[in-house]
């Protein structure tokens, strides 16, 4: 009577397959996510660069004057700092008839909570609750470029005062409607204090330019093209909101020394 033989694996062959696994999962889970956020940057360039084309759109019809957003702005439904004599809609809905999709402002690699300060995203006096011109805005504005006054008064610049216009960043991927600047002896001039985009560190991302994008960001260019940029680290000890920054400048100004880059702010 012949005995009967049952193939199969043993435990340690099906301990060796799990572990196999597991170290193929290991190595492709980082590709498939670097490959994710890859797609989503581009998604988010793409988005940067329907923006800047409508800021282009706009300044042709204002004398190439870019709008003004000083803080806090004046929409008084949307919070008891607003000014009375700052201009009340957000930046995005100045834009929006040029651009026409609310989805652009949307930046896929960004799901946490947006800040607008004092300006509205729908009709500004028609109620808080009502529906809003554009649902959210990701990116926001060169806070020096954008909200200079004087006197109280909002100042708009134009396009022909900014003599590097293709290396000034005028908006970039944000939480918050503004932004801070760096003054460094940074990688573009090694020679003079000039204001850089920050990346604020150890609690200080909120406005501050925390890496989205593969550690950088994308950036709307004064001349309107976009293009994305890694952070770094600042050539020089500064505070942790300051201790990173972008090759991406935020003005034309050039000063000798910190303290006066500063106290251009």
């Given at each position: 009577?012949?005995k009967?033989?049952?193939?199969?694996?043993?435990l340690?062959?099906?301990?060796?397959?799990?572990?196999?696994?597991?170290?193929?999962?290991?190595?492709?889970?980082?590709?498939?996510?670097?490959?994710?956020?890859?797609?989503?940057?581009?998604?988010?360039?793409?988005?940067?660069?329907?923006?800047?084309?409508?800021?282009?759109?706009?300044?042709?019809?204002y004398?190439?004057?870019?709008?003004?957003?000083?803080?806090?702005?004046?929409c008084?439904?949307?919070?008891?700092n607003a000014?009375?004599?700052?201009?009340?809609?957000?930046?995005?809905?100045?834009?929006?008839p040029?651009?026409?999709?609310?989805g652009?402002?949307?930046?896929t690699?960004?799901?946490?909570?947006?800040?607008?300060?004092?300006?509205?995203?729908?009709?500004?006096?028609?109620?808080?609750?009502?529906?809003?011109?554009?649902?959210?805005?990701?990116?926001?504005?060169?806070?020096?470029?954008?909200?200079?006054?004087?006197?109280?008064?909002?100042?708009?610049?134009?396009?022909?005062?900014?003599?590097?216009?293709?290396?000034?960043?005028?908006?970039a991927?944000?939480?918050?409607i503004?932004?801070?600047?760096?003054?460094?002896?940074?990688?573009?001039?090694?020679?003079?204090?000039?204001?850089?985009?920050?990346?604020?560190?150890?609690?200080?991302?909120?406005y501050?330019?925390?890496?989205r994008?593969?550690g950088?960001m994308?950036?709307?260019?004064?001349?309107?093209?976009?293009?994305?940029?890694?952070?770094?680290?600042?050539?020089e000890?500064?505070?942790?909101?300051?201790?990173?920054?972008?090759?991406?400048?935020?003005?034309?100004?050039?000063?000798?020394?910190?303290?006066?880059?500063?106290?251009?702010?």
């Amino acid at each position: 009577m012949m005995k009967r033989h049952h193939s199969g694996f043993t435990l340690i062959e099906l301990l060796v397959v799990i572990a196999i696994i597991a170290i193929l999962a290991a190595i492709l889970f980082p590709v498939f996510a670097q490959a994710r956020e890859s797609a989503r940057k581009t998604q988010c360039l793409s988005n940067t660069k329907q923006i800047g084309t409508a800021v282009m759109m706009y300044v042709q019809d204002y004398d190439e004057a870019l709008f003004v957003q000083p803080w806090p702005g004046g929409c008084t439904e949307v919070s008891g700092n607003a000014n009375p004599n700052h201009p009340r809609q957000h930046w995005a809905t100045i834009v929006f008839p040029y651009v026409k999709n609310g989805g652009v402002f949307d930046c896929t690699s960004y799901a946490g909570t947006t800040f607008t300060a004092a300006y509205a995203l729908h009709n500004c006096g028609s109620g808080i609750n009502s529906q809003r011109i554009v649902p959210f805005v990701e990116y926001g504005l060169n806070e020096p470029l954008f909200a200079r006054q004087s006197n109280g008064l909002p100042i708009a610049t134009t396009l022909a005062q900014m003599q590097e216009s293709a290396s000034i960043g005028i908006i970039a991927d944000n939480n918050y409607i503004f932004s801070w600047s760096n003054c460094i002896l940074g990688s573009l001039d090694t020679t003079s204090y000039r204001r850089y985009w920050p990346e604020g560190r150890n609690g200080w991302e909120f406005y501050q330019g925390r890496p989205r994008h593969q550690g950088g960001m994308n950036f709307i260019y004064a001349d309107g093209h976009s293009k994305w940029s890694r952070s770094t680290d600042a050539p020089e000890t500064r505070p942790d909101y300051e201790k990173g920054y972008y090759a991406v400048l935020m003005t034309d100004d050039k000063y000798t020394t910190r303290a006066a880059c500063e106290a251009g702010r």
